[in-house]
């Protein structure tokens, strides 16, 4: 079992291996472990693991569901969550069990530092590979058709990590209507959607991204391909803008369908 995510491949040899290897950080009894909001080093006391586990091919997932601990050969290792990291554990016999995962809100490893937000990163791009697959897939099978590139060109995407917008007295940020970076269970009810308003309409692709177009003649377009009017808030309907000059820019410059 190989696994690409975003174009990385995973060095050769067993998936197991490659988790352990390439996708964990080793931990150890005494390690310094940072707290970044307060600055604190403290050791890594890992106790309840090796004097209940040692041995045996479990596993355990942190209550924040961000981090992964497990023992491997007698030896305890962590990674961040991600699907390729369970189902890796499962396919090698990895049994869930509770106890203490390091790291799992938000601590980091004193002298790996690095490391380990590089692997922090490999998990939040398997994640958005992970939420646009989900969203396709389920595209695929309520008939959510692709849309031409011409058509997206000419519509406003709402960037993955959100925007500022201005308004005539304040400023807010608004999001895409789904997240990419981590499972959505609203998922279902949003994608293949439009809302129109006040000359406006906001539709979810069938990738889960947000966009924004200017003029009801999209409407057709988007019932042909199997989107479905719902409510959704529409951008820029109310006259707010984006306060980046450029997104801004872009937004004015659209033409209208």
Request: glycine fraction near 8%; proline fraction near 5%; include cysteine.
């Amino acid at each position: 079992m190989y696994f690409i995510v975003g174009g990385l491949k995973p060095q050769r040899g067993g998936a197991m291996k490659h988790l352990k290897e390439e996708l964990s950080l080793k931990v150890y009894p005494g390690m310094g472990i940072l707290c970044p909001r307060t600055g604190i080093v403290d050791s890594l006391d890992m106790t309840n693991i090796i004097r209940g586990f040692t041995g045996r091919r479990v596993y355990a997932i942190g209550e924040n569901h961000r981090t992964i601990c497990y023992l491997y050969n007698g030896d305890v290792y962590v990674t961040p969550w991600t699907r390729i990291a369970i189902a890796t554990l499962k396919d090698s016999g990895y049994r869930k069990e509770n106890f203490f995962v390091p790291f799992d809100s938000g601590e980091l490893p004193q002298y790996d530092v690095e490391n380990w937000q590089n692997l922090c990163q490999f998990a939040e791009e398997t994640y958005r590979y992970d939420f646009i697959n989900d969203c396709e897939r389920w595209s695929n099978e309520h008939g959510i058709k692709r849309l031409s590139h011409s058509i997206l060109r000419k519509c406003f995407e709402i960037p993955e990590d959100g925007m500022m917008v201005r308004h005539a007295t304040f400023d807010e940020r608004i999001s895409p209507v789904l997240h990419q970076a981590k499972p959505d269970p609203m998922m279902s009810n949003y994608l293949g959607r439009f809302s129109c308003y006040r000359g406006l309409v906001v539709f979810v692709y069938r990738d889960g991204k947000t966009y924004v177009a200017k003029g009801y003649g999209l409407i057709r377009r988007l019932k042909r391909a199997g989107y479905k009017d719902t409510g959704i808030f529409v951008p820029f309907s109310d006259g707010s803008l984006p306060v980046n000059a450029k997104l801004r820019e872009k937004w004015l410059s659209l033409p209208s369908f």
